[in-house]
């Protein structure tokens, strides 16, 4: 029951990747037979404006989304660790001006800095390059969420006992943060990815809604939310809302994925302050 | 320093802004020079003539110090100044972030209620009920819940809003008043028969004033967010959809100008914050030297 969510996730993604590799599962190959059509057994979940089958774009828009979500989330968990632990070990003035660099990211509204960003790009890139180059927009701009907790917790990790012991022991310094230190901030870590990952899901359908996101033809999340916002569709199928309803259900299991590691973070947490005190 | 940091902030983003800006592919380039009409040597001409006027970097620096003084010049999608957009729409905008935000914390706050106000098992079994749609609020995109409120016909571009907030306000609110209801000297007042309107009113929210103020900051650079894929997928003449269409046309001054009045928001709404804190703070000390003197 307590990995529920994960074999959840593993059993959508399968089944993502079985409808892909299907023979009418090309997520850009148009019937111009059956257009902006509802759900019938040649497309199970019908066909969008341009004929192309919707259970297949939204099974590539999930493979795609969640490969470069997971992609842009280590990444920016990557530069979470890497800056706070800059911040944690530098002089006070770098210090300081590297979370305040973190601030200054958080304190302004994401969507802003994306679109600008976003609009300062080539015109002329592959769609390919455009969506990896969003996503990494994504794990640049995202990295502040959790930089000061980390901060906080390296700074108070160094101060441990069992760190000066380490020290004592004779171990170096590289080896105390690579064999100790990183196993004392993986909760952290584990939880600013998994508080990433659905965070970069939601972003890119935000921008993929403005005609920023991942550019046509591939299929995205974000790109697929046009056919609900386009006139010529409004009394379409009931199968449009399919992209949302997946998206949603994969953000949720994310979601509580995320209460469980935090749980078990704080549990750690207690114990190991509760060790602390002893 | 309260006032500093806000303001550093806004002078940061703006450079930060007018660096991207001036980096974006075919920020100098004039649409004239794109005409297939004009002929090789008009094109030569015209580049002849921007280059003994001002070259493209001082150009971008006269840009700069126009902005940073209150001119945000003009827009090169419209033809018209950008003051004349933004004095247009900011009423739009304005109306749906603090409607929306008002009707969220309403929503969240009247949810909170058989918390506050009811017996403990009550509130436990609210709560519970109240689980599973916070979760499924907090998991749909802005973009997405606006698509699919305008498709079906059903909900306001305001109620789009106040479902996306609300469950954040719900979640940090019942969290905050949870953990204070939970404490001794909490038990100790209501086991000596102290009202719950009295305890929440007289006790409880002097306590949570300053998480309460920055939940606000916080739920308003949400919403900052939130405005502009609704605005857009709605069709409102707001500032979030002038930013939008200035993205998609790479129109620089907009651009700039949209997001300088994005910071200056949340720099105003950091001031005024930290204003309100620190008048706060002042008065209680006031009153604790007022206190002290008497006692002497």
Known sequence: VKRLPLYAIVLIILLAAIICALPRGSSVAQDRDHLAEGASSVHWAGTDGLGRDRMARTSAALLLCFSLGAAAAGLSTAIAATVALGAAYASPFISSALLMMSDLLLALPGIFLLMVVRASLPLGMSPMHAAMITFLLLALLGWPLMVRTIHAEIRKHRQSEWAFFCAASGLSPNRIFAVHMLAHLRPLLRAHFLLCFPAFLIAEVNLGSLGLGVPEPLASWGSMLTELTSSAFATGTIWRYLPVVVLVSVVVILELMTLKVNRYSSSLLRSANGADCR | ?296
Request: one cysteine or more; aromatic letters at 6%; glycine letters at 10%.
């Open chain 2, 1 to 296: 320093m309260a006032i500093l940091k806000p303001l550093l902030l806004l002078l940061l983003i703006e450079a930060g802004t007018v660096l991207l800006v001036r980096i974006a592919p075919g920020y100098f380039t004039d649409s004239l020079l794109l005409d297939a009409r004009l002929g090789a040597q008009v094109h030569a001409q015209m580049q002849a003539e921007k280059a003994a006027a001002h070259g493209p970097v001082i150009a971008g620096l006269l840009e700069d110090t126009e902005l940073l003084s209150g001119k945000l010049g003009e827009s090169r999608f419209f033809h018209v100044p950008v003051k004349d957009l933004l004095s247009r729409r900011w009423k739009i905008t304005a109306s749906l972030i603090f409607g929306g935000l008002g009707l969220g914390w309403l929503i969240a706050v009247i949810a909170l209620l058989p918390t506050l106000f009811g017996s403990d098992h009550l509130g436990a079994r609210v709560e519970a009920l109240l689980l599973a749609p916070m979760i499924v609020l907090l998991a749909i995109p802005a973009g997405a819940l606006a698509a699919v409120s305008l498709s079906s016909g059903h909900g306001t571009p305001m109620a789009v809003i106040a479902l996306l907030t609300s469950p954040r306000v719900y979640r940090f609110l019942s969290t905050l008043l949870g953990s204070h209801l939970q404490s001794d000297h909490f038990f100790y007042a209501r086991s000596l028969g102290v009202s719950r309107f009295r305890l929440l009113f007289a006790h409880l929210a002097p306590c949570v004033t300053p998480e309460l103020l920055a939940l606000f900051g916080t739920t308003f650079i949400m919403t900052l967010g939130i405005v502009v894929p609704v605005e857009v997928i709605f069709d409102l003449n707001g500032i979030g959809q002038l930013a939008w269409t200035a993205v998609l046309n790479r129109d620089a001054p907009v651009i700039a100008a949209t997001t300088l009045v994005a910071a200056a928001a949340v720099a105003l709404g950091g001031i005024l914050t930290d204003g309100v804190q620190l008048s706060r703070i002042w008065r209680s000390r006031h009153s604790g030297n007022l206190i002290a003197g008497e006692a002497q």
